[in-house]
Nanobody, 121 residues
Framework: QVQLVESGGGLVQAGGSLRLSCAAS????????MGWYRQAPGKQREWVAA???????VYADSVKGRFTISRDNAKNTVYLQMNSLKPEDTAIYYC???????????????WGQGTQVTVSS
């Protein structure tokens, strides 16, 4: 099994910054892409950003230019640096990744428990 633990959420004023971390632990052979999603109250979960095993990144248009995703493969950790935060960024942020637990090339998706980000106006 894989455990994903997010941290770094909190309350910040509009225009401020936060850095989220998500550390993976367990019997992990390899990690494929990792990403961040968010879910605002009353809305569906939406994808925010992703980073491949090789470090290539992609972003949702709503966060492009403000958020930066990165990963430390040695620590099995993915980060989300969030700058110029807006009230509409308020949500629970979840990390997700594809994990190979056996070395056979089959990757399974795991989710963290989420961390609350609240941006006040």
């Amino acid at each position: 099994q894989v455990q994903l633990v997010e941290s770094g959420g909190g309350l910040v004023q509009a225009g401020g910054s936060l850095r989220l971390s998500c550390a993976a632990s367990g019997s992990i052979f390899s990690i494929n892409a990792m990403g961040w999603y968010r879910q605002a109250p009353g809305k569906q979960r939406e994808w925010v950003a992703a980073v491949t095993k090789g470090g290539n990144t992609v972003y949702a248009d709503s966060v492009k230019g403000r958020f930066t995703i990165s990963r430390d493969n040695a620590k099995n950790t993915v980060y989300l640096q969030m700058n110029s935060l807006k009230p509409e960024d308020t949500a629970i942020y979840y990390c997700n990744g594809g994990f190979d637990l056996t070395g056979r090339g089959s990757y399974y998706s795991y989710w963290g428990q989420g961390t609350q980000v609240t941006v006040s106006s």
